[in-house]
C-alpha cells in the first residue's frame, strides 16, 4: 500500500471542561449582531447591541469539508440572556441531509431540533450525554446555565449549513429563562 493517496492520521488533544483543541483552527466566532433576528425580545437586542457580546465560537480539527470525511469541533456557547432567552446558537439545517453526534462536555445546555414539516424535540446535553440529530432535523444548541456550555459535534464534511429557513421561519420553538431553570415556550 502507498501512502500517496492517503491522508495521514490527525490526533488532537480536547479540554473537555474548556472546549480548547490542540491543534486547533477558530471557525465560528458569533456575536449578537452576527444573529440579533434571532432573538425575540427587541428592546433587549437593542439593550445589548452597544456591547455586542459574544454568543458562542467553535474550535475545528483539521479535516476536510468534504464527502467520506467526519468533521469535529468544540462548540462554547457562552452564559447569558437577551432579555428571558438564553445565549444560543443560530441554528441551521445541513444542506446535504445527513446527521451529526453530539457529545455534551461542561455546562448545562440543551438542542432544539425541528424538521422542515415542524416536528420539535429538545434534549439536554449535560456533560456525558449524547445525542444524534438524525438527517432532516434542524440543530439549534442553548446555553441554559450559567457557566459556558461546551459540546462536542462530528459531522459529514460534505454536510454544509443551510441557515436560510433557519433565518426565514425561526424554531417553533424557544427556550426561555423561568426561576433559576429554563422552559420552551
Ligand atoms: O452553525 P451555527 O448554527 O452558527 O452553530 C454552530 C455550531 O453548530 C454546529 O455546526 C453543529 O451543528 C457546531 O459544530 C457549531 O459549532
Ligand atoms: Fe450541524
Redesign the pocket.
Known amino acids: 500500500m502507498t501512502l500517496e493517496n492517503l491522508q495521514l492520521p490527525l490526533a488532537t488533544m480536547l479540554d473537555l471542561a474548556s472546549g480548547d483543541m490542540d491543534p486547533y483552527a477558530l471557525v465560528?466566532e458569533?456575536r449578537l449582531s452576527h444573529m440579533a433576528e434571532a432573538y425575540h425580545d427587541r428592546a433587549a437586542v437593542t439593550a445589548a447591541a452597544g456591547e455586542d457580546p459574544v454568543i458562542?465560537r467553535?474550535y475545528e480539527a483539521d479535516v476536510p469539508h468534504e464527502a467520506s470525511q467526519l468533521v469535529y469541533?468544540m462548540?462554547i456557547i457562552e452564559p447569558g440572556r437577551i432579555g428571558d432567552e438564553f445565549y444560543m446558537?443560530?441554528?441551521?439545517h445541513h444542506v446535504v441531509d445527513s446527521g451529526?453526534f453530539y457529545l455534551g462536555t461542561a455546562g448545562t445546555g440543551a438542542v432544539v431540533m425541528q424538521t422542515r414539516s415542524g416536528e420539535v424535540r429538545v434534549e439536554e446535553m449535560p456533560p456525558g450525554r449524547a445525542v444524534y440529530v438524525p438527517p432532516g432535523w434542524a440543530?439549534?444548541?442553548v446555553n441554559v446555565g450559567t457557566e459556558p456550555f461546551v459540546f462536542l459535534?462530528v459531522?459529514f464534511g460534505n454536510a454544509g449549513?443551510d441557515?436560510a429557513s433557519i433565518e426565514r421561519d425561526g424554531f417553533a420553538v424557544r427556550v426561555l429563562a423561568d426561576g433559576d431553570g429554563y422552559r420552551v415556550g
Open positions: 465560528v458569533r458562542y467553535a469541533r462548540t446558537t443560530k441554528g441551521h451529526e440543530h439549534r444548541s459535534a459531522f449549513h441557515y
